[in-house]
């Protein structure tokens, strides 16, 4: 069985950075999409950013130019740096993947982290 654990939320002042970290561990798997969600309290949980197994990023408007999704494939490791956090940042954010298990010749996107909280003051 796959997992996906992260790391990294905490609390921050407004203006400050984060690094969020979430690794994929497990046997027989292979991994495309990779994605940061967030989810604040009384809100649907949202996309933040969308990492392509080559790197290729979108991001929701609210964080463009703020915050940058990269990935070490070898790893199995997708990051967020956040820059220049606002208290509406403040959410539980979430790691997403698409991933194939052993014999399986599909990806699902089921795959989610357990949640790491992070809370910017103002």
């Known amino acids: 069985q796959v997992q996906l654990v992260e790391s990294g939320g905490g609390l921050v002042q407004a203006g400050g950075s984060l690094r969020l970290s979430c690794e994929a561990s497990?046997?027989?798997?292979?991994?495309?999409?990779m994605g940061w969600y967030r989810q604040a309290p009384g809100k649907q949980r949202e996309v933040v950013a969308v990492?392509?197994?080559?790197?290729?990023?979108n991001y929701a408007d609210s964080v463009k130019g703020r915050f940058t999704s990269s990935r070490d494939n070898a790893k199995n490791t997708v990051y967020l740096q956040m820059n220049s956090l606002k208290p509406e940042d403040t959410a539980v954010y979430y790691c997403?993947?698409?991933?194939?298990?052993?014999?399986?010749?599909?990806?699902?996107?089921?795959?989610w982290g357990q949640g790491t909280q992070v809370t910017v003051s103002s």
């Open positions: 990492i392509t197994r080559g790197s290729n990023t």
């Open positions: 497990g046997s027989r798997f292979s991994i495309n999409d």
């Open positions: 997403n993947a698409q991933i194939k298990e052993g014999s399986s010749s599909y990806y699902s996107g089921n795959y």
